[in-house]
């Protein structure tokens, strides 16, 4: 690529916009050109608005970036956001039906119809929705989603087994960090020593979520998986990586020997060249005790799913346990990946042009 595609950051002060500029902060295809934040923030160098808490360094051209005020009116024409839902849903809008790419991270607009939820190894098809939403026939502009950072792991492990088995039942347990809570986050005396087995709406959205993932795209919307779920979500005193102990029942019977194939095999993106997107997308840990967010949450620079413990399941078919890193993969790392799907598609070149095609 010649040059970089010039992006923008929605929610650039808060722990997923930190992300973000540590990731894109030398990526090969995008270049951060424009940070804004709440209002309190606006007119504010980067390093006096924000908190920076990631563990390398505030590059330095970031930090004497002015934050701007978060309107479409001189913003690049590729945004990722990372808002809160509230914020979300009356910002992402404004920014799409301006001509925007809205490449967003929040759960605000996931389960609407028109609105692509996205995993590139998963569901690339699903991205045609965007050609049903009333900004990209107006102004070009349009808005594509990633899933809750429980749900993306989980459906990395169970999209080859959908695809060779099928799957009736799904049983979950989350053990998932602190981080998935934004900073400050849960308070220190209440996580400390303890497990919170409750996060507000996480199961709803893991849920509904997954099933759409999994779903097909017909004309006008996702048909969900027509499979039987429950999840149970739980914040634990882990700084990044979210657990999950995962029973499944398949629509075929399948080998321990199959089910590790599937998952070995699973390379839907290779050879596409996405500078984000993880050599090999599920891997396996075969030790006993493994996975551990502290030991394998960096998988795949953070991209790759680690899955572990597959044994037979007492109730259903197969029980496992999947490791996800909650604020890369299933976070603003996902978004990335879903802008570089986006630009490989030919679909930011450029947004606003699209109208008068």
């Known amino acids: 690529m010649q040059s970089k595609y010039p992006i923008g950051i929605l929610g650039a002060t808060g722990m997923v916009g930190q992300r973000f500029i540590q990731l894109l902060e030398n990526h090969p295809w995008f270049e951060i050109t424009w940070l804004a934040a709440s209002d309190r923030s606006s007119g504010k160098l980067y390093s006096e608005a924000a908190k920076w808490r990631l563990d390398t360094p505030l590059p330095e051209r970031i930090a004497q970036m002015r934050v701007s005020i978060a309107e479409p009116a001189g913003a690049p024409k590729i945004i990722f956001a990372a808002l809160d839902s509230d914020i979300a849903k009356e910002m992402e809008p404004k920014f799409a039906a301006a001509g925007c790419a809205v490449v967003s991270n929040s759960s605000a607009f996931r389960m609407a119809a028109n609105v692509p939820l996205v995993i590139p190894e998963v569901n690339a098809e699903h991205l045609h929705l965007i050609e049903e939403q009333p900004w990209r026939k107006e102004s070009g502009g349009y808005m594509v989603t990633n899933p809750n950072c429980s749900a993306i792991g989980l459906v990395l492990a169970l999209k080859p087994l959908e695809e ?15 981080s998935g809570a934004g900073y400050p986050g849960v308070p220190s005396m209440d996580i400390l020593g303890n497990v919170v087995p409750y996060i507000k709406s996480e199961e709803e959205k893991m849920e509904a979520e997954t099933l759409k993932l999994l779903g097909k795209l017909e004309s006008h919307g996702v048909t969900p998986l027509a499979a039987r779920m429950s999840a149970h979500c739980n914040r634990v005193a882990v700084e990044d990586g979210h657990t999950e102990s995962v029973s499944i029942k398949l629509k075929k019977p399948a080998t321990r020997e199959e089910i590790l194939a599937a998952w070995a095999e699973f390379q839907p993106l290779k050879g596409q060249k996405l500078p984000m997107a993880p050599e090999q997308p599920i ?36 029980k496992f346990t999947v490791l996800s890193h909650n604020t890369v993969r299933g976070a603003a790392g996902a978004a990335i990946l879903n802008a570089e799907l986006l630009a490989s598609l030919g679909k930011l070149e450029p947004v606003a042009a699209v109208a008068h095609a």
């Open 164 to 178: 060779r088995f099928g799957i009736e039942q799904i049983f979950v347990t989350t053990m998932q960090a602190v």
């Open 283 to 318: 891997e396996w840990a075969p030790q006993e005790d493994r996975p551990q967010p502290r030991l394998d949450r960096n998988r795949g620079r953070g991209m790759a799913v680690t899955v572990g413990r597959l044994r037979p399941c007492g109730i259903l078919d197969w």
